[in-house]
Every structure is written in C-alpha cells, then in structure tokens.
C-alpha cells in the first residue's frame, strides 16, 4: 500500500481506509504533503472560481483568468478522486463509509443550499432531491463514480470508452436530474485517476516537466485573454449538450476533445508544480470538504447583500480584495473552529451496525 492510499477516512476525495481484520493492524505510512497540498490548493481554486463567476460579464481579465482555472481544477480533483478511490470493491463496509461520507453530507446539504436560496430569492421552500443545487452535484457524482469503479478496473481501455461516454452524452443532451449530464461528462477524469499509479506521479517530480509545466500555465494566460470575449463559458461547465450549446454534432465532437486535451495539459502541468514538501497548510488538505460544501452559502449571501455587483463597480483593485478574500474564506473554513461546528453536517455520526454475532444473541 502506497502513502496516498492512507490518508484519513473522514475525507470522501482520500479513499477508503483498511479493511477491517482480525489481526491488528499496520501502522500507517506518513501522509505524502504532495497530495494534500494539490488538494487544499485545488479546493481555494473552487472558492475562488465561484467567487469569480458573478464578474466574468463586466471584467475580460477576470473570464480569461476563470476560463483558465475551470480548465483544470475540477478535472484535477476529480482525478485524485478517482486515484484515491483504487481500492473500492464494493463490499458492505465499503459501501457504509461512501453512503456516511458521501450520500448523507449530499442530503444533508441538498436541503440547506435549497432553503438559503430559497430565502435569499424570497420564494417559498421545496424539497427538490433529484436536481443537485449548487455544488452539491459533486458528492452525487462522488457517490456514483466510486460505486462504479469495480466496473472501470475490469474493462478494456478503460479511459478510451469512458472519453466515448462522455462524448455521447453530450451528444444525447443528457438531462441535468441527479447530476447525469456532469457524472458522465465528467467521468474520464475520474477513470483516469483509477488507471493511475504512483510512478505516474513520480514523474511530474522531474524538473523538465516542471519546467514545461510553467511555461504551459504562463501561455494558458493570454491565450485565454484573446479567446475570453467570444467564448462560451458553460463549456467548461462539462453539464450541457448540443442544443444548449447551441452547435451541431460534428462541431460538439472537435470543441469537446479538444478541451479535453487542453484539459489534460493543464490538470499536468499545475500537478507538476505543486509543491511535494510539507507546508503551513499541507494538513488542511484532509478537510477540503468543509471549505468545499460550506463556502457556497457564504458566496450566495454575498450575491444577495450586492457584494460582487460593488466589486464590479470598483474595478481591478476590489477584484484582487475579493480574490485575496475567496483565499481567507476557504482557510476560515477549514479552521477547527469552523470544523467543529459543522461536523455534524459534512461529517456526521452514523451508528454502526451490530454484528452477526450480537443480532444471533451470541
């Protein structure tokens, strides 16, 4: 077992701890920082990319900058995710720990963002659970990948067809219930995770892809900035088909692989340039789902009071504030203060089943 299989079993993105056994088990090897720090930074990227969104339509510099970022930092997540999910099989207690981690925060958080923004639109609540709101779209789509992943380990080229499901369900126009359209557009960047190893991560290490790397993301900067006035961002979205993008087959097919190639260099470079030693916030990257599901309803707050129409009005200095801003929030949320508080709703306490033994009187 390799030391990213390890890391704890209280974040859904790290895998699945041991199984349970009779005999005691291993010490578990050190925590590798390279992971959690991809994940942390991944995570201030989501805060800050939802942060940014509200102003992509009166600032150029801010939709090339958020065109850059959704390039990459969801299909990166959803690749570690899928890394870090190699070792599900299915079993009960496999399943237990995904429906506690993952299924209930869904439902959970399902019914707040709907009565936040039920209120903020001053309309009355409806308990709706088969349209993900918000970003609670990511643990529908975390639950279905990961019950799927004995699936995926047992088929052929299994990055080959899971690019082939995704291009068809954009072809299909597959609905938005339960997330389907982003499960399954998703889907290649969490197989992919599944199909990597620990060598492939060795060797982002080397310093020409290092430095291949940097100068990748420094291109990716103005090449957006000339692409930003004509582009369509809910491309990036990976929910919408054809008719919603408004393009025919063939073009739908071209514009898809290649943002997936543009996708695939990216999620490569910025991996490449993480940092691998241990630093002042490696260890919140094993509680990325607190900054993760709670920012959302400090954003749609902000919307409401008028925050990010004032940022607009005040130009390029009250952006850099609210993007200094996005990273203080997503740090606050990730405090033990902050974790302690809403334990209850991204980690919440299940009974644990009673053993055969004791159901049999024994």
Not at 20 to 44: S, T
Not at 79 to 106: H, I, T, W
Not at 265 to 280: D, T
Request: hydrophobic letters at 55%.
């Amino acid at each position: 077992m390799t030391t990213a299989d390890t890391l704890r079993k209280s974040d859904p993105v790290a895998g699945e701890p041991p199984a349970e056994a009779a005999v005691p088990p291993r010490p578990r090897p050190a925590r590798d920082p390279f992971f959690d720090n991809a994940k942390f930074l991944l995570v201030v990227l989501v805060v800050i990319g939802h942060n940014w969104y509200p102003l992509i339509g009166e600032s150029r510099a801010v939709k090339a900058a958020y065109m850059v970022v959704y390039a990459f930092h969801m299909p990166a997540f959803i690749l570690l995710s899928g890394y870090f999910s190699r070792n599900f099989e299915a079993r009960p207690d496999q399943v237990r720990r995904l429906v506690k981690s993952v299924l209930l925060p869904y439902l959970i958080f399902q019914a707040i963002y709907l009565a936040v923004i039920d209120r903020i639109n001053g309309t009355h609540f409806t308990m709706n659970w088969n349209y993900p709101s918000y970003l609670c779209w990511f643990l529908v789509a975390l639950f279905a990948w990961r019950l799927t992943t004995p699936l995926w380990k047992a088929l052929p080229q299994p990055i080959v067809i899971a690019v082939l499901v995704s291009i068809v369900a954009g072809l299909m126009n597959v609905g938005v219930d339960f997330a389907s359209a982003r499960i399954l557009e998703f889907l290649p960047w969490f197989v992919a995770g599944l199909s990597m190893k620990p060598e492939h991560f060795q060797w982002l290490r080397r310093s020409s892809v290092r430095r291949w790397s940097a100068a990748a993301v420094l291109v990716a900067l103005p090449v957006a900035y000339l692409l930003a006035p004509a582009a369509n961002v809910k491309w990036l979205d990976n929910e919408w088909g054809t008719e919603t993008l408004g393009v025919g087959d063939a073009e739908y097919v071209g514009i898809r692989l290649a943002l997936l190639l543009a996708s695939t260099v990216m999620v490569i470079s910025v991996l490449a340039l993480v940092p691998r030693r241990k630093l002042w916030f490696t260890a919140l990257g094993a509680v990325t789902m607190y900054p993760y599901l709670l920012h959302g309803l400090v954003v749609q707050a902000g919307e409401w009071a008028g925050v990010h129409n004032a940022v607009a009005k005040d130009g390029p200095l009250a952006i850099v504030s609210l993007t200094a801003g996005a990273v203080l929030l997503a740090l606050v949320l990730a405090s033990p203060p902050v974790r302690k508080l809403a334990h209850w709703a991204v980690e919440p306490s299940v009974p644990r089943p009673p053993s055969p033994r004791a159901l049999l009187g024994r």
